[in-house]
């Protein structure tokens, strides 16, 4: 049994006002329905010796609901964490049918949105690669090698740096040097492209080329991404069912901040549901016995310093751009305000920098990923063809 696309399991989760058993059971079956089995494969190797960038392991990718004919690498590799730390990543690459191109197969960096926090949450752990039809294999049946992180700490030991910038753009960056070693038909040339917490990586990344000069990146798709975290924190403290979100975000800054007590952020109904969250499921069980949950934050929660630290780093720095970049968002998105999007895209336009604004009114967060796949890959078609962008500023 093929587990539920991630809208769909939301939708019908949410259908019920409180986690009976039966929900919560539902929720459960639908990340074993979809699981792999953490192997050692997953375990730290030594990393002395290695450097960023570097292939670590790598095994064929089996047990995936795959495309036909589309192929499937694992990869271990050598990235740095938040704070420059070396650490262990995993990914799996998605590789197109039939012959690669002469000048190989052209590659999209995929940084997903939010899967959970626990070491199983990892989408290179789940059948359908987490994202499956939403967006993910349309971009590999299009012709596109996917290189698709898992972020470090999921997968891999050691805590998720949960919606940290720094963290999950170097886990992209780093992850394509190292998939070109372990599939020698990927090209040189390549763009980023993220939903959600995956949106926030790719604008990350699009920044961060601008010192490395890679003459092979050619752009970045940010799609619904937590890009103003100030009215993102306003957002989460007025809105219903944030619940599993904070429980995310207080393990993501405790990983930051290991002084930190999510207890001090989370009200006694939130703690009492907080492990199972941070470390027993994913995003379908978390956010099923968060349903009951009205105020899940305590009075105060976004002025305690290290929350703030959390949310003024999801708005990205007036660092400029090295390539242009597509931001989409949703008008009716209930998890990520377009007013925030549009705010950041504002400010980028103010610093001239090539970014280009495309509105769906109507769809919320994962609807945008999914209805915006053939606009995207367009978008991304004529990088690679070497069009000139068109900027909406």
């Avoid at 708005?315 to 925030?340: E, F, K, N, R, Y």
């Avoid at 978008?379 to 962008?389: E, G, L, N, Y």
Wanted: proline share 9%.
């Amino acid at each position: 049994m093929k587990a539920l696309p991630v809208l769909a399991t939301l939708l019908i989760l949410g259908a019920c006002a409180s986690p009976t058993p039966a929900i919560v059971t539902r929720a459960i079956a639908a990340e074993q329905a979809n699981a792999l089995p953490l192997t050692p494969f997953y375990d730290t190797p030594d990393l002395s010796g290695s450097e960023p960038g570097d292939l670590l392991r790598q095994e064929e990718g089996t047990g995936y609901d795959l495309p036909d004919g589309v192929k499937a690498q694992r990869i271990m590799y050598h990235s740095l964490d938040a704070s420059g730390a070396d650490v262990a990543t995993s990914a799996v690459v998605l590789i197109p049918r039939g012959k690669a191109p002469k000048s190989g197969w052209p590659v999209i960096a995929w940084a997903h949105g939010t899967s959970g926090v626990a070491r199983m949450c990892a989408p290179s752990l789940m059948k359908d690669v987490y994202y499956g039809d939403e967006g993910l294999f349309p971009m590999v049946k299009a012709g596109y090698a996917v290189v698709a992180t898992d972020y470090h700490g999921l997968g891999t030991v050691g805590p998720h740096q949960y919606s940290n910038r720094a963290a999950q753009t170097n886990d992209v960056i780093y992850s394509v040097p190292a998939a070109r070693q372990a599939v020698r038909s990927l090209g040189t040339r390549w763009v980023v492209d993220g939903h959600s917490q995956g949106g926030v990586a790719a604008w990350g990344v699009n920044q961060a080329e601008y010192a490395r000069t890679d003459p092979g990146f050619l752009g970045a798709v940010s799609v619904a991404g937590t890009v103003q975290g100030d009215e993102f924190a306003r957002h989460l403290a007025a809105g219903e069912s944030t619940g599993f979100y904070l429980a995310f975000m207080a393990a993501g800054i405790n990983s930051l901040h290991p002084d930190f007590d999510p207890a001090s952020m989370l009200t006694p109904a939130a703690m009492e549901r907080y492990p199972q969250a941070s470390s027993q499921g994913c995003v379908y069980r978390a956010f099923a016995i968060y349903a009951d949950v009205e105020s899940p934050a305590k009075p105060g929660w976004t002025d305690i310093p290290e929350v703030r630290s959390f949310f003024a780093e999801l708005t990205p720095p007036q660092d400029p751009l090295a390539a242009p970049m597509l931001v989409i968002a949703g008008g009716h998105d209930s998890t990520v305000p377009v007013s925030g999007v549009r705010e950041a895209v504002a400010d980028a336009c103010a610093a001239g920098q090539p970014v280009t604004l495309r509105v769906y009114p109507d769809l919320d967060h994962d609807p945008t990923m999914t209805e915006s796949t053939p606009f995207q890959l367009r978008w991304i078609a004529d990088r690679f063809a070497d069009k000139p962008p068109q900027p909406t500023c």
